[in-house]
């Protein structure tokens, strides 16, 4: 929801058709013959991150430095992703040549014609088919492919090692069933007032977020095949709801507040008094960065019992309006800064010179590729943070299959907060009822979508 660019609520923005410029300059001869390309790219670290920013600018002098004749321009913006002002520059011809588009909008952008078929290109990215096959799937249409995977990451279960050691758990064995949640949940919150054992939002479209992440968890859905009608008033959804709410009411082991925005879990989390939480690997980075946990507490695990798990990420694509040469200096670009092991952003014995925390298993696009492999290495050999304890996370991330938000998220997620909001503010709240009346209010929404 805050983060990533893969979770960020972007489906009901209204995606022109228009032609979009690369925003490059004519291709010129130089003085050898060959074509002077000009390409703009998106990325660029923000002014106020000067170290990642002098990297990223010492990136783009040596690729420019090994390709003659090839010009980058970055753009200023960060996030990547604006869902601001990603509608407006695709309807304006604003767009970079190389640009970024989340996984909840591939569809949108590949249908409507405002990303290049890459197709002929694909060689130029040298570790492409070590691509998770499933990655490349989502930005491959009509058997045409339209863009580079650039980001994937999957739910798990964060929890404080901390806390387990002082609750007589085993902080290298973490839970693997909802079962081993409740009984741990129990446990840290019997050490005393103000413990929590597993916290869970209710509110701020957080709570509807992640009661799609659990019913994706129990191979349940949150729409129809067709995504016509809700699917989430469901024996997985009830099931869902009803851990929850026995939990909160009969285990005591969520506490009372409950937890409306995002920054509020992790504010919790990052206090040293929450056990458990459901999340993707940068929670941890930004328990530790910004909510001042400390960094050895934290650990991250498989989801319980996952049949799938909510995924986010982002691919890079390519303007329609490029010239070939355009589009092959983009994909030269993207090979090197974003897919090459140990250059770019891949670059951890740099990143770790500059005080990035290094080690946490945030990017899964190479899975267990030799590539995935070498980049895993090359991650654990320079790591700032006790990778060992994200390792039962890595493992179990290779193995369950991803999910995308559903269509329409952000107006469903409001919608799926009520019954959130309701089994844990209410101990003799209907789960049935709060379903019936959920999936009825999501029926509307969906009939006036068409």
């Known amino acids: 929801m805050q983060r990533s660019t893969g979770l960020l609520l972007v489906s009901a923005l209204a995606l022109s058709t228009a032609a979009c410029g690369s925003g490059s300059e004519p291709a010129t001869p130089t003085a050898g013959g060959a074509k002077a390309v000009s390409i703009t ?42 869902p601001k002002t990603f ?93 081993e949640v409740r009984e741990a949940a129990k446990k840290i919150a019997g050490l005393g007032a103000g413990y929590v054992g597993f916290g869970e939002y209710s509110g701020g479209n957080t709570g509807g977020w992640h009661f799609t992440q659990s019913i994706y968890g129990r191979g349940g859905s949150i729409l129809s095949p067709d995504n016509k009608t809700a699917a989430f008033n469901s024996p997985e959804g009830k099931a869902v709801l009803q851990t929850l709410h026995d939990m909160r009411w009969v285990d005591n082991s969520m506490g009372t507040k409950l937890l409306v925005g995002w920054e509020s879990l992790m504010v919790a989390m990052g206090s040293g008094k929450v056990g458990m939480m459901l999340g993707a690997p940068d929670v941890v980075t930004d328990v530790v960065n910004k909510f001042k946990g400390n960094v050895a507490d934290y650990g991250i695990t498989g989801f319980p019992e996952a049949k799938a798990s909510l995924s986010g990420g982002e ?40 005080g990035n925390p290094v080690g946490v298993p945030d990017n899964a696009v190479y899975g267990d590729s030799p590539t995935g492999q070498a980049i895993q290495a090359d991650r654990v050999k320079n790591a700032s943070l006790p990778v060992a304890n994200y390792e039962t996370y890595v493992q179990a991330a290779g193995t369950i299959p991803p999910k995308a938000e559903p269509l329409y ?42």
């Not at 800064?337 to 990143?351: E, L």
């Open 315 to 354: 691919a890079f694509m390519i303007n329609p309006k490029a010239t070939p040469e355009e589009a092959k200096a983009a994909l030269e670009w993207l090979d090197f800064r974003f897919n090459t092991v140990g250059k770019g952003r891949f670059d951890f014995a740099r990143g770790k010179t500059l």
């Open 409 to 450: 998220a952000q107006e469903l997620y409001a919608i799926l907060d009520v019954p959130m909001s309701g089994v844990l503010s209410r101990k003799d709240a209907s789960i049935d009822q709060l379903l019936a009346d959920a999936e009825k209010k999501a029926n509307s929404v969906l009939a006036a979508k068409g």
């Open 41 to 82: 790219v998106a990325c660029q670290p923000a002014k106020s991150a000067p170290k990642e920013r002098q990297a990223w600018d010492d990136d783009v002098a040596a690729f420019m430095k090994a390709h003659p004749g090839v010009t980058v321009k970055s753009t200023d913006q960060q996030p990547c992703f604006d």
């Open 87 to 179: 509608g407006p520059k695709l309807a304006g011809g604003q767009m970079e040549t190389a640009f970024v588009v989340p996984v909840t909008n591939y569809n949108d952008v590949m249908a409507k014609g405002q990303a290049l078929d890459i197709t002929p290109y694909t060689n130029l990215i040298k570790n492409w088919n070590d691509l998770r096959a499933d990655h490349k799937a989502l930005v491959t249409k009509d058997g045409k492919v339209y863009g580079v995977p650039n980001v994937h990451y999957s739910v798990g279960l964060v929890y404080n090692r901390a806390l387990f050691t002082k609750a007589g758990l085993n902080p290298d064995a973490p839970p693997q069933t909802w079962a």
